[in-house]
T-cell receptor
Framework: GEDVEQSLFLSVREGDSSVINCTYTDSSSTYLYWYKQEPGAGLQLLTYIFSNMDMKQDQRLTVLLNKKDKHLSLRIADTQTGDSAIYFCAERRGNMDTGRRALTFGSGTRLQVQP | NAGVMQNPRHLVRRRGQEARLRCSPMKGHSHVYWYRQLPEEGLKFMVYLQKENIIDESGMPKERFSAEFPKEGPSILRIQQVVRGDSAAYFC?????????????FGSGTQLSVL
């Protein structure tokens, strides 16, 4: 199975808050990321959090990290129709010395915002 | 500053042909990553390169796939003797920094269709 897991789908009404959840398995993960993918486009980095933090806020985005439970969430306040997209969480694992630098992605959560 | 450029956007090949996918990283970026995305799935790491060096190819199939990032020119992902299972979106990402906190910037991808 996937090392990084996300629910597949989330539907919210415009103006509500959206919370997208992610669980990961590698306790050595150093950085965790949220990316947004719109149809036919590449991934756009939204925000990231270092593993020694438990919260990061950036305008409408709030990232919460529970390292004990290996749980990451992305909260989007005042969700707009333009936020409709697929959201991927990704982890970067430790040990840069081995040259292993790749991000491991979840399968993505499709966010649908109803007007 | 142009983003990560990938071409072509769409590539159609018949089984047994070769596919060449190109990626020009952002200006000043010397780290390139290739990822593959199957429908309804997340991105799977394939290979990480620096100029003239393959650093990590642990995600690359052992046969038919190769990648390069020459001193001059774009990074190339080459797939020989394509099969239908190679049909996917291939994304390239680049980064500037080494070490922790590295941010990957993605191109818009090449959609490969094998007939």
């Amino acid at each position: 199975g996937e090392d990084v897991e996300q629910s597949l789908f989330l539907s919210v009404r415009e103006g509500d808050s959206s919370v997208i959840n992610c669980t990961y398995t590698d306790s050595s993960s150093t950085y965790l990321y949220w990316y947004k993918q719109e149809p036919g486009a590449g991934l756009q980095l939204l925000t990231y959090i270092f593993s020694n933090m438990d919260m990061k806020q950036d305008q409408r985005l709030t990232v919460l990290l529970n390292k004990k439970d290996k749980h990451l969430s992305l909260r989007i306040a005042d969700t707009q129709t333009g936020d409709s997209a697929i959201y991927f969480c990704a982890e970067r694992r430790g040990n840069m010395d081995t040259g292993r630098r790749a991000l491991t992605f979840g399968s993505g959560t499709r966010l649908q915002v109803q007007p | 500053n142009a983003g990560v450029m990938q071409n072509p956007r769409h590539l159609v090949r018949r089984r047994g042909q070769e596919a060449r996918l190109r990626c020009s990283p952002m200006k000043g970026h010397s780290h390139v990553y290739w990822y593959r995305q199957l429908p309804e799935e997340g991105l799977k790491f394939m290979v990480y390169l620096q100029k003239e060096n393959i650093i990590d190819e642990s995600g690359m199939p052992k046969e038919r796939f190769s990648a390069e990032f020459p001193k001059e020119g774009p990074s190339i992902l080459r797939i020989q003797q394509v099969v239908r299972g190679d049909s996917a979106a291939y994304f390239c990402a680049s980064s500037q920094t080494t070490g922790e906190g590295e941010k990957l910037f993605f191109g818009s991808g090449t959609q490969l269709s094998v007939l």
